[in-house]
């Protein structure tokens, strides 16, 4: 199974209208980043939103695991990088890793699964070869 390399998928600030009751930012503004990140891999891989609306066709996310492993204060600087792990046939399994940009450490983590569909016929459909050939620049080459 190949490996793939990361891409920078976001870059913004921690606003503190983001921040929760304990003065950290919320799980909301979390999953908020990352879905940004999430639209920005996909158009990479060729699914822009254009492209999904044009063909009638979405993603949907079957499962998502995150980790939350250092506090984000108002006034963070946040990226978020996004590796594939998996392209299946219908699927695409990736993570994205939060980092504060100040000081590299990571933040948070997030691992999902998209699954590709057909909106009309409302029913999961093979992803198109282009996403493939897409993400075939994605591969280490070592």
């Known amino acids: 199974m190949p490996t793939y390399r990361t891409l920078e998928?976001?870059?913004g600030v921690?606003?503190?209208?983001?921040?929760?009751?304990?003065?950290h930012m919320n799980v909301a503004s979390y999953t908020a980043r990352f879905d940004e990140a999430t639209w920005h891999f996909l158009a990479h891989?060729?699914?822009?939103?254009?492209f999904?609306?044009?063909?009638?066709?979405?993603?949907v996310a079957a499962d998502q695991k995150t980790q939350y492993e250092r506090e984000v204060n108002?006034?963070?600087l946040l990226h978020v990088t996004t590796e594939l792990r998996e392209l299946g046939r219908k699927s695409i399994h990736f993570t994205h890793r939060m980092y504060?940009?100040?000081n590299g450490e990571r933040v948070a983590t997030t691992d999902l699964?998209?699954?590709y569909f057909d909106t009309a016929?409302?029913?999961?459909?093979?992803?198109?070869?282009s996403v493939h050939e897409a993400a075939k620049t994605l591969v280490n080459v070592e």
């Open 100 to 102: 504060d940009s100040e």
């Open 45 to 50: 891989l060729g699914l822009t939103p254009s």
């Open 9 to 11: 998928t976001y870059r």
């Open 52 to 59: 999904f609306k044009d063909n009638n066709r979405g993603a």
């Open 14 to 23: 921690a606003y503190p209208w983001s921040m929760d009751h304990m003065g």
């Open 113 to 115: 699964v998209g699954v």
């Open 74 to 76: 108002a006034g963070g």
């Open 121 to 129: 016929a409302r029913k999961s459909i093979a992803l198109p070869d």
